[in-house]
C-alpha cells in the first residue's frame, strides 16, 4: 500500500518569517506527480504547487517551493515571506495507481497560522 | 469558467435515511472525483468516475455509491445513513483521467447524520 505521511500536525509562524511543511511517501513507482493543496478555514481546497518525479528541478510557484528528494520519497513545502492568507490546513497528496487508475491519497494534513 | 458546484451545501438526515449529494464539474472536464474529509479520518478517497464509468474506488462499504451522467455530472448516494457517515463531502473535478491532472475542488457538501 502506498503512503503519504504528514509528521507536523499544526505549526505556526510569524508573519513574513519563512515556513517549512514536510511530507514523506512510500511508492515503488519511478514516474509519478506529487501536489501540495491548501485548504483555508472554510473555502474550498486549492492547488498549491505540483512536483513531476521525472523532473530534478524543483518546483516553485511565487513563494512556495518545494524540495523534492526522490530517493528519500520526500516532498516539502517552503512558504518564504508568509502572509496572513496562508493561514490553511496544507495537504500533501500522491495520486496512488491501481492497475493503472489513479486515485488521489492525501497526507493528514498540517494547520499552518500565521501570527500578525 | 464557473467553479465546481456542490449541492446541497448543508444537510441533516437521521440514522437510517438515504442522502443523494450532487457535483457539477468544471465546463469540459470529464473526471469527478469524490472525498469524504472527517477531522478522525482526515481525507479519504470514495470513487472516480470518468465518461460515465467508475474508474476507481475506495475502501467505502457499498452503501456508498455514485453516478456520472452524459454531461460529466455526478451524484453520490448514501444508503441506510449512520452516524459515522457525518462528515464533509468533496468533489473534485479535472480535465481527464490521469494522475498529472489537477483537480478543482467544490466548497463541499457537510452532511450531519442524527
Known amino acids: 500500500a502506498q503512503t503519504v505521511t504528514q509528521s507536523q500536525p499544526e505549526m505556526s509562524v510569524q508573519e513574513a518569517e519563512t515556513v517549512t511543511l514536510s511530507c514523506t511517501y512510500d511508492?515503488?513507482?519511478?514516474?509519478?506527480?506529487l501536489f501540495w493543496y491548501k485548504q483555508p478555514p472554510s473555502r474550498q481546497m486549492i492547488l498549491v504547487i505540483r512536483?513531476?518525479?521525472?523532473?530534478?528541478q524543483n518546483a516553485t510557484e511565487n513563494r512556495f517551493s518545494v524540495n523534492f528528494q526522490k530517493a528519500a520519497k520526500s516532498f516539502s513545502l517552503k512558504i518564504s515571506d508568509s502572509q496572513l492568507g496562508d493561514t490553511a490546513m496544507y495537504f500533501c497528496a500522491f495520486p496512488e495507481s491501481n492497475f493503472g487508475n489513479e486515485k488521489l491519497t492525501f497526507g493528514t494534513g498540517t494547520r499552518l497560522t500565521i501570527i500578525p | 469558467k464557473a467553479g465546481v458546484t456542490q449541492t446541497p451545501r448543508y444537510l441533516i438526515k437521521t440514522r437510517g435515511q438515504q442522502v443523494t449529494l450532487s457535483c457539477s464539474p468544471i465546463?469540459?472536464?470529464?473526471?469527478v472525483s469524490w472525498y469524504q474529509q472527517t477531522p478522525g479520518q482526515g481525507l479519504q478517497f470514495l470513487f472516480e468516475?470518468?465518461?460515465?464509468?467508475?474508474?476507481n474506488k475506495g475502501n467505502f462499504p457499498g452503501r456508498f455509491s455514485g453516478r456520472q451522467f452524459s454531461n460529466s455530472r455526478s451524484e453520490m448516494n448514501v444508503s441506510t445513513l449512520e452516524l459515522g457517515d457525518s462528515a464533509l463531502y468533496l468533489c473534485?473535478?479535472?480535465?481527464?483521467?490521469?494522475?498529472?491532472?489537477?483537480?478543482?475542488f467544490g466548497p463541499g457538501t457537510r452532511l450531519t447524520v442524527t
Open positions: 511508492t515503488s513507482e519511478n514516474n509519478y506527480y
Open positions: 465546463s469540459g472536464h470529464r473526471s
Open positions: 468516475y470518468f465518461s460515465e464509468t467508475q474508474r
Open positions: 473534485a473535478s479535472k480535465l481527464s483521467a490521469g494522475g498529472s491532472y489537477e483537480q478543482y
Open positions: 512536483q513531476e518525479a521525472y523532473k530534478q
